[in-house]
């Protein structure tokens, strides 16, 4: 029996199906190193995984290994203020434009469950717009209709876990991303009862349509709705300012996560103070406060972390060299699959982007359900054999990838192209 089938097998033993919930159960990597990871077998992959995002820099960047080795003598966790997450908070502030305050937490999860409920204490209404396909963690609205097998009229919800209770779906209004006509029909039904849409202003890797996202923003305004970006992927990763930057249209808040923490769990809710106030009681009284703590909130190993981060992301052409890779790596994909008559698009942001097998442009949840998924897995399969590691559903850049990685990339990507035919 080989390392990894061991601890595969002690695994089954101890964990629900094998894992912890998130990637492929079959590898378990050992380690990881700039633009690489191993798995306990020592086979070596190129990183497309990432860490699902938080590691923009690559694995162990020396920089912020000495951040966190600072912190570490003087201690772990305070559950209380430290000057490590105030400093952080500051330069969110800084960097976000909806951001006039911060409140941690330690899981994007929770970040964007929490700006749920902030928007209902703010408006005091109660139901929630989210947009087929849209990923928001694992609360009970969050579960809605996030990758529903069985498609339903909108904007009737889909629960797609069990354990949700059959009131919850009373109080979401399911809408199809990009679809102005039909958002705008669903806001003059729903619109005096909706607290808050939430989006991912990338979702998952369908870029919003021209007008999409300042239609949102404008309706929001009129209708006393508050817009809820959701940029725990797309947070310091599509620009420095996220995609509130990238595409030029600030929601009411935002919720951050993977990269501010470099690696460690943290995350937070970032937006106007008039929204940010329902966190104090002092200034909103009992009735409209928001009861928000975590043990482990504002990390001051984590925050030393982000902050390191971010600054290294502030320096001179690291969102250029971030889109320059990606770009090289997206014209790859498309040159080799074209070459071997593959019907595919290649859909999302030079910054995170993947491959969906169709002949048709993907601009929502169903567009890219309609793909061929079969033969996305299979491609996969053959990248993995070749030592590229990736999501199921996207590919991650880092600037940690060098041209020798992305000369055998483009070898692997040859060889899976052709061996997928």
Request: some cysteine; glycine content about 10%; aromatic content about 8%.
């Amino acid at each position: 029996m080989t390392n990894q089938a061991h601890w595969i097998e002690r695994a089954k033993k101890v964990l629900p199906a094998g894992g912890f919930g998130n990637f492929d159960h079959g590898i378990i990597i050992k380690r990881g190193k700039g633009s690489h990871v191993w798995d306990e077998d020592d086979n070596q992959y190129i990183d497309y995984l990432i860490g699902s995002g938080p590691m923009l820099l690559g694995h162990g960047h020396p920089e912020v290994l000495d951040a966190v080795a600072s912190q570490l003598g003087k201690g772990l966790t305070f559950f209380a203020n430290n000057a490590a997450g105030i400093e952080l908070a500051e330069d969110i502030c800084k960097a976000v434009p909806c951001a006039e305050q911060v409140r941690y937490l330690t899981s994007g999860g929770e970040a964007d469950m929490y700006a749920l409920r902030l928007a209902r204490a703010f408006t005091g209404r109660t139901k929630i717009m989210k947009f087929e396909g849209g990923y928001h963690g694992m609360s009970a609205e969050a579960q809605m209709s996030l990758a529903p097998e069985v498609t339903a009229n909108y904007p009737q919800a889909v629960p797609d876990s069990a354990g949700i209770p059959e009131s919850v779906k009373n109080d979401m209004v399911i809408a199809p991303f990009n679809d102005i006509d039909t958002v705008k029909s669903l806001l003059d039904e729903y619109g005096k009862h909706i607290a808050a849409i939430i989006v991912e202003p990338l979702q998952r890797v369908v870029p919003p349509a021209p007008g999409f996202l300042e239609l949102l923003r404008a309706e929001c305004t009129a209708r006393g709705i508050v817009l809820i970006f959701d940029e725990i992927v797309t947070g310091f990763r599509l620009a420095y300012g996220g995609a509130q930057e990238a595409y030029g249209v600030v929601p009411d808040l935002c919720t951050l996560g993977k990269i501010i923490g470099g690696g460690f769990p943290l995350a937070a809710i970032t937006g106007k103070k008039e929204l940010m106030d329902h966190f104090d009681k002092a200034l909103v009284g009992k009735d409209k406060f928001l009861m928000q703590l975590g043990t482990l909130s504002g990390n001051p190993v984590a925050a030393m972390a982000g902050i390191k981060t971010m600054e290294i992301l502030r320096r001179d052409n690291a969102y250029a060299t971030l889109a320059s890779i990606g770009e090289r790596l997206q014209k790859m994909l498309s040159t080799s699959l074209n070459e071997h008559g593959h019907a595919h698009q290649v859909v999302g942001d030079n910054t995170l982007f993947d491959v969906v097998f169709t002949d048709n442009a993907v601009s929502n949840y169903r567009d890219w359900r309609a793909g061929d998924h079969a033969k996305n897995a299979r491609f996969n399969q053959l990248l993995r054999e070749q030592g590229i590691f990736k999501s199921p559903g996207k590919l991650y850049p880092s600037l940690a990838i060098t041209e020798e990685d992305l000369d055998k990339t483009k070898e692997a990507i040859a060889f899976a192209a052709s061996a997928l035919r």
